[in-house]
């Protein structure tokens, strides 16, 4: 019997994320849009510690641009400002229209383990592994965190 190879179980494991999320209520929503405007600013402002000035203009701009990598540095600012509910929104928000937006999955693990929810950070973990390996920064950052938190518990294994 053969093992599946990297590839194979990537490839099944985005087809398991992506009919998840295209079962969501939300999955009728409008396209990603395809012209991203420059979030450089903003994300300086966000990475400054200027979650409040931040804010209002990330959710108007997620009025009219619809994109993982805005719906993440909201998830991101919002988890930072402690608003764990609307994190999670955000970054369910991102894995519907990239279900493997790197930066989105390690900073959903960074929620869970927040909430408490060392099993949900661990599945991102293991899906990380799938998505890019054990050497890309997501994985590492997250199984970081992880291995803080849960010291005694392997992360992903």
Known sequence: ??????????????AALLAAALSCAHAAGPPPSSDLPDLAPLRAQVYAGEYARAWP?????ARTVHHAELYNLLGYTARQMRRFDEAAHWYREALLYDPEHRGALEYQGELFLALGDVAAAQRNLRYLELLCGTGCREYRLLRQVLDAAVPS?????
Not at 1 to 14: E, I, K, L, Q, V
Not at 57 to 61: K, M, Q, S, Y
């Open 1 to 14: 019997m053969r093992c599946p190879t990297r590839r194979t179980a990537r490839a099944a494991a985005s």
């Open 57 to 61: 203009r990330l959710t108007a701009l």
């Open 153 to 157: 518990a392997p992360a992903a294994r």
